[in-house]
T-cell receptor, first 110, second 114 residues
Framework: DAKTTQPPSMDCAEGRAANLPCNHS???????VYWYRQIHSQGPQYIIH???NNETNEMASLIITEDRKSSTLILPHATLRDTAVYYC???????????FGKGTRLSVIA | EADIYQTPRYLVIGTGKKITLECSQT?????MYWYQQDPGMELHLIHY???????EKGDLSSESTVSRIRTEHFPLTLESARPSHTSQYLC?????????????FGPGTRLTVL
């Protein structure tokens, strides 16, 4: 599976959009980009995933560049409850286990 | 909300004891996983299973063992607990088949070995 690079930490003001970047320059054509988050020490929570096209669900939007070498997770209106570690994961075909990196610690500030 | 359960949620135990951490899911998922996470650190895959009677070791070497006798159940056992085993253990499951199935995580078991 391709490796990912994320900033270790970010701050965001409450009510503003949080834009979390991820680089995955070695991604191959059949690998998906997944985003999970972990609030405090709870089990990670799925947010969204995509292959080529941009995706949106009730939690977030995922923007994948045309060359697929990077992506951005967007939380449109961040709240204090969005404070968490966010993991960007590239996952190979065949439904292989998720491999977690260090992620980005997002702090939403009132 | 994912139907995946772990017991106990917290366990404090003495060195040398045998322990079993329970994980069960009611979603009929074929694939199940165990991750280990030290405080403030990343998750590491220690075991996984793609179905009944199938178990594989993950990326991080672990002295624990697992079994998969029933689809819904994936227990993790430490024969002789040591302080170095102190950590959080997270169980997850996913459907087989499609290349992009989501992994659902349980709440975790926080283990402290004295």
């Amino acid at each position: 599976d391709a490796k990912t690079t994320q900033p270790p930490s970010m701050d965001c003001a409450e009510g503003r959009a949080a834009n979390l970047p991820c680089n995955h320059s070695t991604i191959s054509g059949n690998e998906y980009v997944y985003w999970y988050r972990q609030i405090h020490s709870q089990g990670p929570q799925y947010i969204i995933h995509g292959l080529k096209n941009n995706e949106t669900n009730e939690m977030a939007s995922l923007i994948i560049t045309e060359d697929r070498k990077s992506s951005t997770l967007i939380l449109p209106h961040a709240t204090l409850r969005d404070t968490a570690v966010y993991y960007c994961i590239v996952r190979g075909s065949g439904n292989t286990p998720l491999v977690f990196g260090k992620g980005t610690r997002l702090s939403v500030i009132a | 909300e994912a139907d995946i359960y772990q017991t106990p949620r917290y366990l404090v135990i003495g060195t040398g004891k045998k322990i079993t951490l329970e994980c069960s899911q009611t979603m009929g998922h074929d694939k199940m996983y165990w991750y280990q996470q030290d405080p403030g650190m990343e998750l590491h895959l220690i075991h996984y299973s793609y179905g009944v009677n199938s178990t594989e070791k993950g990326d991080l070497s672990s002295e624990s063992t697992v079994s998969r006798i029933r689809t819904e159940h994936f227990p993790l056992t430490l024969e002789s607990a040591r302080p170095s085993h102190t950590s959080q253990y997270l169980c997850a499951s996913s459907e087989a088949g499609a290349a992009d199935n989501e992994q659902f995580f349980g709440p975790g078991t926080r283990l402290t070995v004295l």
